[in-house]
């Protein structure tokens, strides 16, 4: 594989890698948001049926606890709604993660590949470089051979 080959599929990996990263990091986001309004959902189901049961102590017209009824109903059906969210974003976060793990090791990969090419190319030029080296020695070696004969 070309080395310029090699260099674009390195950039595309970490272009993949970064928006991984990303989608991951927004997964994670969302998540936490979605706690936060389950939290709140949950919170006023408490505070409703709290305001339920002592509108029963009370002896409150009926309308009032119906309406109580009701309302804690809609709240039971959109913290369930909630649950289906976060169980659906847990699913998503895992395979963000995956995801991401895959984008760093391919990358990982790639940048070894890219490291490898560069030690070798590096070598062989070092070997060059002694080998030019050894030739202008031996030159010369052979030029102060023959003054002195």
Wanted: charged fraction near 35%.
């Amino acid at each position: 594989m070309k080395t310029d080959a090699v260099n674009y599929l390195k950039d595309k990996a970490e272009q993949k890698k970064l928006s991984d990263t990303a989608c991951f990091s927004r997964d994670r986001a969302s998540k936490a948001h979605l706690q936060e309004q389950c939290n709140a959902l949950h919170a006023y189901r408490n505070e409703y049926r709290e305001k339920l049961r002592l509108a029963l102590i009370e002896g409150s017209p009926l309308q009032l606890v119906q309406e109580y009824q009701v309302f804690i109903g809609s709240l039971d059906r959109a913290i369930e709604h909630a649950n289906l969210s976060m169980e659906r974003q847990e699913r998503d976060i895992e395979q963000s993660m995956l995801n991401m793990k895959d984008s760093i090791r391919e990358h990982a990969s790639l940048n070894a590949l890219c490291t490898r090419r560069e030690e070798r190319r590096i070598e062989e030029e070092n070997k060059r470089e002694l080998k030019e080296i050894d030739m202008i020695v031996t030159s010369l070696y052979q030029r102060k051979q023959r003054s002195e004969l």
